[in-house]
């Protein structure tokens, strides 16, 4: 494998070498014809090259004696989340134990689960972590001055906390006396989240000019696999002084990656101060988002 790649290396070394040489003596369709030739010839080294990786990559998954299974989470309480992993151990051997070892961010000192065997070489560990599993719900304003539209400012209002959070984890084996553990995986608690919900992005836009108003647009990504639990009302809210002042009906918009909602609200700081956003879903849990807005001038 190794020597396959520095043929190629030298392959494409030697073809620059040769161009570089006769390319001062040769017309310009010449060259043309030269380089045309010399981008095949990178393609066809690109397209090996990735074989020979993906090769390597197969290689080294067959090679390993363990092999990752799915991790599930499910909702036990506000903070209190309960974690299912699987794991297979190939070459599994009876009477081999197996741990689970894991450790969310803040934590110095890995904690251990014994794995509980299912089928033969295939284990499964339950447990507990005390995180907030909300949706990831990203708010995002815009604003531009009133006169000319120039001057725009940006700003997140809010952003999910606790998107960098992680859950670090490994598996160890111990079998006769021997000890071997597998290397630490790391997953994010944003991706643990899209498990149970869709990421929503909202964006509001204030637009000046003689009309003022905030145009309000609500994402949902459907680009990650479908989660647990679904989306069922989206309720906009015009609040005032903290006090609710009335309901916006929303427009909605649908194509096969997003599901949009849709509002353009017009302006008027006497009526209102702040939009509040809703979301209602098939578990019965209320999530809410607010931004405050006027002083646009």
């Given at each position: 494998?190794k020597q396959n790649r520095e043929k190629i290396y030298i392959g494409i ?285």
């Amino acid at each position: 494998m190794k020597q396959n790649r520095e043929k190629i290396y030298i392959g494409i070394i030697i073809a620059l070498l040769i161009f570089t040489f006769y390319s001062r003596n040769l017309q310009s369709g010449d060259l043309q014809r030269i380089e045309n030739n010399l981008h095949g010839i990178r393609r066809e080294i690109s397209g090996e090259i990735g074989r020979i990786e993906h090769q390597v990559s197969q290689i080294r998954e067959e090679e390993r004696w363990w092999s990752k299974g799915a991790m599930e989470i499910d909702r036990k309480g506000e903070d209190l989340q309960e974690v299912t992993v699987e794991w297979q151990i190939r070459d599994y051997k009876d009477g081999e134990q197996v741990y689970f070892h894991y450790l969310t961010t803040g934590e110095n000192d890995y904690r251990q689960v014994e794995m509980e065997e299912v089928s033969t070489g295939f284990f499964r560990a339950v447990f507990d972590i005390e995180m907030t599993m909300d949706p990831v719900i990203s708010v995002y304003y815009t604003g531009s001055s009133p006169s000319d539209g120039s001057n725009e400012v940006e700003e997140w209002v809010s952003q999910e906390e606790g998107q960098q959070d992680y859950l670090r984890h490994y598996v160890s084996t111990e079998y006769n006396g021997e000890r071997r553990t597998t290397g630490e995986e790391r997953m994010h608690f944003s991706g643990m989240k899209f498990e149970l919900y869709h990421p929503l992005h909202i964006q509001i836009h204030y637009q000046g000019g003689n009309q003022p108003e905030y145009n309000l647009n609500i994402d949902v990504d459907y680009y990650h696999p479908s989660p647990k639990y679904q989306l069922e009302t989206v309720e906009v809210f015009l609040m005032k002084a903290g006090q609710r002042v009335r309901e916006v009906e929303i427009e909605t918009r649908e194509d096969p990656s997003h599901h949009f909602y849709h509002k353009n609200i017009p302006v008027n700081e006497e009526e209102y101060d702040e939009i509040l956003l809703r979301f209602g879903y098939d578990s019965g849990e209320v999530f809410e988002r607010s931004v405050e807005v006027g002083n646009q001038q």
